[in-house]
């Protein structure tokens, strides 16, 4: 897996739109950016995965440019609920890969 | 929406005691992972498994723990004799092999308190 470097920690308010930046300067060529959400006391959720340009479901968009050495997970109008850790991962796409979770960035949305 | 699911929430035993961890992974899934948490800390790896086999284990994943897949159905993690560290929320994950390898789909966990 990469080495990625994202903020520990960030605030914003309800309705906001957040962006989360990772860092990943030593990407491989088959890796692929793949973002988890994890709410208090429960297992990380898969939100979104991509490999360049943008992607976008019904939870975020992830923003990838040309050189691939950072992605921007993008958050539209976010809730309380939304308060959760937020992990980048980078690596490559084959199965069974295990999963290695670095701090991840704690989002703490306020009214 | 399929779910991996685990049982028990919340277990309490005492040190030295034997526990395990059951999961259901979604059925049609064929790569299993047991991965923990201790309070305020990172979720970390401790072993995967592909057809009826350890694929993969971490270090912390010494000889008090295993791992089985009795019936199809379900996967348990057994702590031979629990040490007061062992405390933690204990997370079954499951992939279909098929998917993004990354898109692991997790239990709601298990948490043990071992006193």
């Known amino acids: 897996l990469a080495k990625t470097t994202q903020p520990i920690s960030m605030d914003s308010y309800e309705g906001q739109e957040v962006n989360i930046t990772c860092s990943h300067n030593n990407i491989a060529t088959n890796d692929y950016i793949t973002w988890y959400q994890q709410f208090p006391s429960q297992g990380p959720r898969f939100i979104i995965q991509g490999y360049k340009t943008k992607v976008t479901n019904e939870v975020a968009s992830l923003f990838i440019p040309a050189d691939r050495k950072s992605s921007t997970l993008s958050l539209p109008r976010v809730s309380l609920s939304d308060t959760a850790v937020y992990y980048c991962l980078v690596g490559e796409n084959s199965s069974a890969s295990k999963i290695i979770f670095g701090s991840g960035t704690r989002l703490s949305i306020r009214p | 929406e399929p779910e991996v699911t685990q049982t028990p929430s919340h277990q309490v035993t005492q040190m030295g005691q034997e526990v395990i961890l059951r999961c259901v992974p979604i059925?049609?899934?064929?790569?299993f992972y047991w991965y923990r948490q201790i309070l305020g800390q990172k979720v970390e790896f401790l072993v995967s498994f592909y057809n009826n086999e350890i694929s993969e284990k971490s270090e912390i994943f010494d000889d008090q723990f295993s791992v089985e897949r009795p019936d199809g159905s379900n996967f348990t993690l057994k702590i031979r004799s629990t040490k007061l560290e062992d405390s933690a929320m204990y997370f079954c994950a499951s992939t279909s092999g098929t998917k993004p390898a990354y898109e692991q789909y997790f239990g709601p966990g298990t948490r043990l308190t071992v006193t």
């Open positions: 059925s049609n899934h064929l790569y």
